[in-house]
């Protein structure tokens, strides 16, 4: 069982203190954008965003902030 009280790992597949992580496709579902649209974004670097291996990955959180901070 991992120990969640290390702040400096963040647990793919599941949440901690930092947010879930998700895949592009639940990225879009999850902004109600067209998965494409996330992963051009992602890969121009207008949305924050990890590439691992082929695959992009995104925290919830930080989609949040991101939202908050393009509406205003």
């Given amino acids: 069982m991992p120990e969640y009280s290390d702040s400096s790992k963040i647990y793919i597949g599941g949440e901690d203190q930092f947010g879930q992580v998700m895949t592009s496709v639940e ?3 999850y902004l109600k954008m067209h998965v ?10 207008k949305i924050p965003a990890k590439k691992v291996g082929s695959e992009w990955r995104f925290l ?3 989609l949040d902030s991101w ?3 393009a509406l205003v």
């Fill in 27 to 29: 990225a879009a579902a």
């Fill in 36 to 45: 494409k649209t996330v992963c051009r974004l992602a890969k121009e670097g």
């Fill in 60 to 62: 919830r959180n930080v």
């Fill in 67 to 69: 939202l908050a901070e």
